[in-house]
């Protein structure tokens, strides 16, 4: 069958629009994404850190947990660019690894301030990435069955 020239002037009429819809559900599945990665990882904080502080001493612990909350902001600033690259940006920027660059100098020049639990506390932003992977490979979409 032929498309009518109407036809043709209705379907790019809508199109804008569905992809504006599709974008924005696209964003909002982001925007998802980012909520459950930073609250995971501030669940991982909740139980690490307690851990840290039974088997070593309170010091140790706050430190890690300086490294973990420098992880939650670089995991935020990382975030932000994506986003940013996702409307139309050229790149991502660095910025986001000047927050842990600036706390390990910090870390080096500080007595009360231990680079490696800093290090690992840092790290759980991974941990995080971890679960998460591990989750969507293991536990089927249940969306995609409806």
């Given at each position: ?11 790019i ?35 690490i ?21 420098t ?11 994506v ?7 050229n ?8 927050v ?36 969507i ?10």
């Amino acid at each position: 069958m032929e498309e009518t020239p109407q036809a043709s002037v209705d379907a790019i009429a809508e199109s804008p629009m569905e992809e504006e819809q599709k974008s924005s559900g696209s964003m909002d599945e982001y925007y998802a994404l980012q909520r459950e990665l930073i609250v995971t990882t501030l669940v991982l904080m909740g139980i690490i850190f307690p851990a840290v502080w039974f088997f070593y001493d309170l010091n140790v612990a706050l430190n890690y947990l300086a490294g973990a909350f420098t992880g939650v902001i670089y995991l935020r600033l990382l975030g932000k660019n994506v986003e940013k690259l996702g409307q139309g940006a050229n790149s991502v920027g660095k910025s986001q690894i000047a927050v842990f660059v600036g706390v390990m100098i910090i870390a080096s020049q500080l007595k009360q301030l231990s680079i490696l639990p800093i290090f690992l506390g840092f790290l759980t932003y991974k941990a995080t990435l971890i679960i998460y992977t591990l989750r969507i490979l293991l536990v089927p979409d249940r969306s995609a069955n409806s």
